[in-house]
């Protein structure tokens, strides 16, 4: 039985990975109580069919967990239609392709930035760390830009939204437990009071227009609006940080595939970015819970019953996929499923993508000699996979 906690297989999960796929079906997994998809076919087919479903479990005792308990259960990500359709439908027009298109300006700007602060570090340092330094104030500034979220309150999202993602590791420390209550109920109350002032002094910023919303009516109702902003704060930033972090190393580990990214970084930018997602993905696993008895690949999911979607294992599919475990960054045509399928297919994915378009061939332009000063370090997770610290210098 495979642990999915274990530090050797958090180090490396793939070669595991791959022994699953070979069952060929998906395999019941008694410490997580729920079968686990790992093939391509099984794994988008359990984001896709409409039988499994995104179910949230309230934690107990509720009158503790309450804030954390409806930022889940009002929230696009775990709920279900008809109220999935209704949330999803009122952000969608804040992030289709020609608003997101219009934050390039703003996107380059905040690169810009940042990058000439790393040059600092490293002018003084001698090396700097692309994850704080980098890869993640930039989406972390993009959405708060986005919602209107204070530039000087910036500092508390990654650690509530940290806080608040540990939740959803295989098991929890009561530590853990303990630091995602506090953090929905700060977060909670936070956002309730952002709203209520950009009630009273609308703004340009998405929060305003969501308040507004809320404002005129049945459409959305205070908990709905705050577990929105807080949803979309956290899914903002959180995997594009891990997703960016872990496609560098990788890259920084690969001296030909360095090599066509230095060659070309502005030509290759669009197709190593959806590779980065699907090499070494930033979320491996969503779950969903039948609603009636379902089949999957040949096995019946009894109605209750809980089921993974292993996205970053489904990634590595030689089914689909020509030599799965090379990075290749000009992979295409390149069907990954990292960014999810069917109704709950992430909603960001075409603002992540920018950002990490914009940002990756400034950053090989102004560091072209880019390389690793020390091993990375992990962070100690397998649902959301990333680095803690990216520690490089800027060659020869
Ligand atoms: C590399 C970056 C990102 C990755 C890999 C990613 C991945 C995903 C995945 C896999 C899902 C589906 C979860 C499921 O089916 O259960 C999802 C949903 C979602 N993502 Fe992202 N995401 C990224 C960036 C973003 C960004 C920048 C935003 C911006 C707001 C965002 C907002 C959302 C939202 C709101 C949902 C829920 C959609 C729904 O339930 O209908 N994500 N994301």
């Known amino acids: 039985m495979i642990d999915l906690t274990s530090p050797s297989f958090i180090a490396d999960p793939y070669p595991t990975l791959a022994e699953l796929r070979k069952e060929g079906k998906p395999v019941w997994h008694e410490p997580t109580g729920m079968f686990l998809a ?11 069919n409409r039988d499994l479903g995104r179910i949230f479990t309230p934690k107990e005792p509720s009158d503790q967990w309450e804030a954390f308990n409806w930022l889940h259960s009002d929230s696009i990500l775990d709920s279900e239609p008809p109220k999935h359709t209704r949330l999803r439908s009122l952000v969608m027009k804040a992030f289709n392709p020609k608003m997101i298109e219009a934050l390039r300006p703003e996107i380059e700007r905040i690169t810009d930035e940042l990058l000439a602060n790393a040059e ?5 340092a001698g090396q700097f760390d692309l994850i704080a330094d980098f890869a993640e104030p930039l989406p972390v500034k993009v959405i708060a830009h986005l919602l209107g979220f204070p530039d000087k309150d910036e500092h508390l999202l990654r650690p509530w939204s ?19 209550k506090l953090a929905g109920e700060e ?30 009516g049945e459409k959305l109702n205070t908990h709905e609006l705050i577990a929105t902003c807080v949803l979309l704060l956290n899914a903002g930033h959180e995997a594009s940080v891990n997703g960016f972090g872990n496609g560098m190393v990788a890259t920084l580990q690969n001296p030909e595939q360095l090599a066509k990214l230095k ?11 959806d590779e980065f997602i699907r090499f070494d993905a930033p979320l491996h696993l969503f779950e969903r819970t039948a609603t ?25 599919d030689s089914a689909i996929f020509e030599n799965p475990d090379q990075l290749d960054l000009t992979r295409s045509p390149n069907p990954h499923i990292g960014f999810g399928a069917g109704i709950h297919f992430c909603i960001g994915a075409p603002l992540a993508r920018l950002e990490m378009a914009i940002s990756l061939p400034a950053l090989m332009s102004k560091f072209p000699n880019l390389s690793l000063a020390k091993d990375p370090v992990r962070r100690p997770s397998f649902v959301l996979r990333g680095y803690e610290q990216v520690l490089v210098n800027a060659g020869q």
């Open 292 to 316: 009636t008895d379902t089949e999957v690949g040949g096995v019946t999911i009894g109605q209750g019953q809980k089921i993974a979607s292993l996205l970053g294992s489904a990634n590595r």
């Open 120 to 124: 600092q570090v490293l002018s003084e």
């Open 187 to 216: 977060f909670a109350s936070y956002v309730h009071e952002l709203m209520l002032e950009r009630k009273q002094n609308p703004g340009t910023d998405l929060i305003s227009d969501l308040a507004a919303v809320e404002e005129a």
């Open 263 to 273: 060659a070309d970084p502005f030509g290759i930018a669009e197709t190593a970015v």
């Open 38 to 48: 790992a093939g391509y076919k099984d794994a988008n087919q359990v984001l896709r």
């Open 162 to 180: 940290q806080a608040i993602v540990k939740m959803y590791e295989v098991s929890p420390s009561e530590a853990d437990k303990d630091a995602a």
